[in-house]
């Protein structure tokens, strides 16, 4: 999940897992706020002081064009006033500048739109949201925190260039807008794993460079590699019933939306999560270009903000490679069973359309049609031992079944 580990910035920050702390020195005309934002929601407190702007304050002149920032999601939710500070944040923050001043006194609405910047820019690795703000009535003057500089910077800058340079290798920007996410998807779950004390684990270092992330870090890097490919994507946030917040990807593909969550499909972090036995070679489909039918089963969106609808199942993985069923007949399902071992197929999946059908089925292929299937592979390549690793998810409606023919 999008979770961090316990850290200080001493002496002027300190961070909360889902809070942030403040140190408030009083004065006459401005309040500096010292705090480390988390690249998730979280509360700002606003320490209103009045102070009356002046034409001396040297706000820099934005060079960024409407062009290159109106496409951004996050980007289209905010009001005029609000994407100025948008450009004037990113502005800065990519020249790396100690500070700069922006058209708000607002700590709480900085936050926000900085946050948004951070979702909609995955190649802006560098910043965390840390930042020391020094905040009057109608403007601000910030001090971001970044967490590496200069040649160090560059260094990373250049290794993230050659890792997205070896991932987009492997797939044209010709083929078909479907094969192109499929392809990023396989190629982060195959190369990533799953660890919560894996460094840098909210940005693409992480994940494209030290394979090692968590949620943030996967989907930061699918939104970077798929934007690369002509592929809208967005870094879409929420959380997951008794677990906590979590981010994912919402794509467009063919005029559609749809959920694409490369976390989940990682049986890394499927293994440590819930300790199911899962060959690591294994991808977890169901969460590759599903509808929000699907996914909401798991997931819970951020409240508040309006993410597209995906309504769509024609994408949906079982649906594409017949596993999905509207209803149920054992015999049909240990015909398509043995079909999967006769082909040699390392694994065979079903999902079922509701979860009625799903308890309805779950029994007898547990007990008799699975136990029939490791018949057919024992006859078929001789084998005097079979083994096998059924995975169960109630909550997506879905029995997979890991075969070894040795």
Same mark, same amino acid.
């Given at each position: 999940?999008?979770?961090?580990?316990?850290?200080?910035?001493?002496?002027? =920050?300190?961070?909360?897992?889902?809070?942030?702390?403040?140190?408030?020195?009083?004065?006459?005309?401005?309040?500096?706020?010292?705090?480390?934002?988390?690249?998730?929601? =979280?509360?700002?407190?606003?320490?209103?002081?009045?102070?009356?702007?002046?034409?001396?304050?040297?706000?820099?002149?934005? /060079?960024?064009?409407?062009?290159?920032?109106?496409?951004?999601?996050?980007?289209?939710?905010?009001?005029?006033?609000?994407?100025?500070?948008?450009?004037?944040?990113?502005?800065?923050?990519?020249?790396?500048?100690?500070?700069?001043?922006?058209?708000?006194?607002?700590?709480?609405?900085? *936050?926000?739109? +900085?946050? +948004?910047?951070?979702?909609?820019? !995955?190649?802006?690795?560098?910043?965390?949201?840390?930042?020391?703000?020094?905040?009057?009535?109608?403007?601000?003057? /910030?001090? !971001?925190?970044?967490?590496?500089?200069?040649?160090?910077?560059?260094?990373?800058?250049?290794?993230?260039? $050659?890792?997205?340079?070896?991932?987009?290798?492997?797939? *044209?920007? @010709?083929?078909?807008?479907? @094969?192109?996410?499929?392809?990023?998807?396989?190629?982060?779950?195959?190369?990533?794993?799953?660890?919560?004390?894996?460094?840098? &684990?909210?940005?693409?270092?992480?994940?494209?460079?030290?394979?090692? *992330?968590?949620? $943030?870090?996967?989907?930061?890097?699918?939104?970077?590699?798929?934007?690369?490919?002509?592929?809208?994507?967005?870094? $879409?946030?929420?959380?997951?019933?008794? %677990?906590? !917040?979590?981010?994912?990807?919402?794509?467009?593909?063919?005029? %559609?939306?749809?959920?694409?969550?490369?976390?989940?499909?990682?049986? =890394?972090?499927?293994?440590?999560?819930?300790?199911? &036995?899962?060959?690591?070679?294994?991808?977890?489909?169901?969460?590759?270009?599903?509808?929000? *039918?699907?996914?909401?089963?798991?997931?819970?969106?951020?409240?508040?903000? !309006?993410?597209?609808?995906?309504?769509?199942?024609?994408?949906?993985?079982?649906?594409?490679?017949?596993?999905?069923?509207?209803?149920? @007949?054992?015999?049909?399902?240990?015909? &398509?069973? &043995?079909?999967?071992?006769?082909?040699?197929?390392?694994?065979?999946?079903?999902?079922?359309?509701?979860?009625?059908?799903?308890?309805?089925?779950?029994?007898?292929?547990?007990?008799?049609?699975?136990?029939?299937?490791?018949?057919?592979? $024992?006859?078929?390549?001789?084998?005097?031992?079979?083994?096998?690793?059924?995975?169960?998810?109630?909550?997506?409606?879905?029995?997979?079944?890991?075969?070894?023919?040795?």
């Amino acid at each position: 999940m999008r979770k961090k580990k316990k850290k200080r910035i001493f002496p002027l =920050v300190f961070m909360l897992l889902v809070c942030i702390g403040f140190l408030i020195w009083g004065a006459k005309e401005a309040a500096t706020i010292y705090f480390q934002k988390l690249p998730e929601s =979280v509360n700002v407190i606003k320490n209103a002081v009045s102070h009356t702007i002046e034409e001396s304050i040297p706000f820099s002149e934005i /060079v960024i064009e409407e062009a290159e920032v109106s496409s951004g999601f996050y980007y289209q939710l905010l009001s005029d006033g609000q994407q100025l500070i948008y450009k004037e944040i990113l502005q800065a923050v990519r020249g790396q500048a100690e500070s700069f001043y922006i058209h708000t006194g607002d700590t709480k609405e900085f *936050s926000m739109i +900085y946050e +948004y910047l951070l979702y909609d820019r !995955p190649e802006i690795f560098w910043c965390t949201g840390g930042t020391q703000i020094t905040s009057y009535t109608d403007y601000s003057e /910030v001090h !971001p925190v970044y967490t590496c500089q200069s040649e160090e910077l560059q260094q990373r800058q250049t290794q993230i260039d $050659a890792a997205a340079a070896a991932c987009l290798a492997g797939i *044209s920007m @010709d083929a078909p807008e479907y @094969d192109r996410i499929r392809y990023v998807f396989e190629y982060l779950v195959n190369t990533v794993d799953y660890n919560l004390d894996s460094p840098d &684990n909210q940005n693409i270092y992480s994940s494209l460079v030290n394979r090692v *992330s968590v949620c $943030a870090g996967y989907s930061r890097a699918a939104q970077y590699l798929l934007q690369k490919l002509g592929i809208e994507c967005i870094y $879409a946030i929420g959380t997951i019933p008794q %677990q906590g !917040p979590h981010a994912w990807n919402i794509v467009r593909c063919n005029g %559609q939306y749809y959920h694409m969550d490369v976390t989940f499909g990682d049986p =890394v972090f499927l293994q440590e999560e819930n300790g199911a &036995n899962i060959p690591l070679d294994s991808i977890n489909y169901g969460y590759l270009c599903c509808a929000d *039918s699907e996914l909401y089963r798991s997931h819970t969106p951020e409240a508040g903000i !309006p993410y597209p609808e995906c309504l769509s199942m024609d994408l949906d993985y079982y649906v594409l490679n017949g596993m999905y069923y509207e209803g149920y @007949d054992s015999y049909v399902m240990l015909l &398509n069973m &043995n079909q999967s071992i006769y082909e040699m197929r390392p694994s065979f999946s079903c999902k079922f359309s509701y979860n009625d059908l799903y308890l309805q089925a779950h029994d007898d292929i547990i007990n008799n049609v699975i136990p029939q299937a490791a018949q057919t592979l $024992a006859v078929h390549y001789g084998l005097d031992t079979v083994w096998y690793t059924y995975v169960e998810d109630p909550m997506m409606s879905v029995i997979t079944v890991y075969w070894r023919y040795q």
